[in-house]
């Protein structure tokens, strides 16, 4: 199998290092390996892979901060691998533009789930381009698929890599009722423990930056219980 992904993975500790590329080589996928920050740079721009694999103590430079240099001006999806479990590390790193986060240690089925799933939805702006013509519009809101932007009237709005994901996703089914475990399933690649409440605190977020409020711009109807519906009606 030859998935044609090119991933790139900074990684310091050579143990992992060795096991996390064998993981995916096994999966099919092209690696390219560092151990600092400024040879990630690099790499980067002379290799453009389609997704990188960071951890956040490197010798050079916090992960964090060349997580921040990169979604300046770059995409590129990014999973952060660390052992670092605290909180408020997760959330910066979501802040700051992660796709996701993997703790370590960590098993190799999940490890790959997670992958395939940041992986998927990084084309997932080309493949609803082309059904819809790059774009979607409902009400005021207008989802811009190859350029993952979003705009409420003339207004951008500024989303993370996973509510963009999200919102798209519900797109692409407009109409239907996507049930929780369905959006979780699409979104990250696999079920866990709170889930649905990660799913939950992404969707408030999605919908205060929308401007949803009861009875105006009701782009997303939740149906309580069960899952969300992307509004068809224009008003």
């Known amino acids: 199998m030859n998935n044609k992904y090119k991933i790139l993975l900074v990684e310091d500790d050579e143990n992992i290092r060795i096991m996390v590329r064998a993981m995916l080589e096994s999966a099919g996928y092209q ?55 605290d909180e408020t590390e997760k959330v910066r790193a979501f802040d700051l533009g992660a796709n996701d986060y993997v703790t370590k240690p960590f098993s190799a089925a999940e490890f790959l789930a997670r992958v ?84 939950q605190v992404n969707m408030a977020n999605i919908r205060k930056k929308l401007g949803i409020q009861p009875g105006k711009n009701n782009y997303i109807v939740n149906e309580l219980g069960v899952g969300y519906r992307m509004n068809t009606d224009e008003r």
């Open 31 to 85: 690696v390219i390996e560092t151990q600092s920050c400024d040879a990630a740079i690099t790499l980067a721009c002379s290799h453009i892979p389609d997704l990188i694999i960071l951890d956040l103590g490197l010798p050079d430079m916090d992960g964090m901060t060349l997580l921040e240099n990169v979604r300046e001006t770059d995409l590129t999806p990014i999973i952060i691998l660390s052992a670092r479990t």
């Open 116 to 199: 395939r799933s940041v992986l998927r939805f990084s084309r997932h702006g080309a493949d609803a381009g082309r059904l819809s013509q790059g774009k979607y519009q409902v009400q005021d809101l207008t989802i811009e698929y190859d350029s993952r932007r979003v705009f409420v009237g003339d207004t951008e709005v500024k989303l993370t890599q996973t509510e963009f994901n999200i919102l798209a996703f519900l797109s692409e089914y407009s109409g239907k009722v996507m049930t929780y475990p369905a959006i979780i399933k699409a979104i990250w690649g696999y079920s866990t423990e709170g889930g649905v409440k990660r799913l």
